[in-house]
């Protein structure tokens, strides 16, 4: 059993489908946020948010292979990297001025 199947055959299709819909969207919704922190010049919140994804990546694979998100020590960061990386999302860079190195004269 992995924890896929088991939400699949717990909430029947319908909800299965929403089940892959919520992490399709995130995932989106956070490879916009990387690029948009990116090109604002924020490179820091860039790279959480890569990091961010590739935790989530890692519980979703080893849902694959283990109950992981049914178990309470493994769902607790699963769904607090969930909710950080959607507030993180959610968040807008502020305008970015970058100070001039050198003044021109005349």
Do not use: D
Not at 28 to 50: Q, T
Not at 51 to 58: F, G, P, T
């Amino acid at each position: 059993h992995n924890s896929h199947v088991n939400i699949v055959t717990g909430m029947g299709w319908v909800r299965g489908t929403f089940w892959a819909a919520l992490w399709t969207v995130w995932f989106i919704e956070m490879l916009r946020s990387r690029r948009r922190f990116s090109s604002s010049g924020h490179l820091r919140a860039a790279g959480l948010c890569l990091v961010l994804i590739a935790a989530e990546v890692m519980f979703l694979v080893n849902a694959v292979f283990n109950e992981v998100a049914e178990g309470p020590h493994s769902a607790v960061v699963m769904w607090s990297i969930f909710g950080f990386g959607s507030f993180l999302a959610l968040s807008r860079p502020a305008s970015v001025q970058i100070p001039r190195m050198v003044e021109r004269v005349g």
